[in-house]
């Protein structure tokens, strides 16, 4: 697969390459650069791993399949965790929500748990 399924276009640019051509005469050809940040996952008996990567692929034409230039992993590191609870030592973050009527308070590992569970059911549903 030249490109995982979820991925987000973060740049693009035109390109010029000059091949030469088994005739001997020299040819341009214009194609599209893309950066994406992609995600993909392994799964196996004990736990489903996103990755995240960094993909540049090439287009030579609206109706072509892209072709991979450059894949690499992105790092993700887990944050410093403070004393209370906060990521880079600062205290946690907290965002009222109001569901119903009533207001209640959801940190952002709540938020981050969400996020992880639907990407989980998009991947296993696929």
Request: contains cysteine; negative net charge.
């Given at each position: ?7 987000v276009v973060l740049d693009q640019q035109m390109i010029q390459r000059t091949s030469k051509s088994s ?61 209370n609870g906060g990521m880079n030592g600062e205290p946690a973050p907290k965002r009222a929500k109001i ?28």
């Amino acid at each position: 697969m030249a490109v995982p399924p979820v991925a987000v276009v973060l740049d693009q640019q035109m390109i010029q390459r000059t091949s030469k051509s088994s005739d001997g005469d020299w040819k341009k050809q214009a194609l599209l650069e893309k950066e994406l940040f992609a995600l993909s996952c392994s799964v196996n008996d004990v736990a489903l791993t996103i990755h995240a990567l960094d993909v540049t692929v090439v287009v030579d034409s609206p109706a072509s399949l892209p072709s991979r230039e450059k894949c690499s992993m992105v790092p993700l590191k887990a944050p410093f965790e403070g004393a209370n609870g906060g990521m880079n030592g600062e205290p946690a973050p907290k965002r009222a929500k109001i569901e119903n009527g009533a207001v209640y308070v959801e940190d952002n590992n709540d938020v981050l748990m969400k996020e992880v569970e639907t990407l989980a059911k998009i991947f296993t549903s696929a």
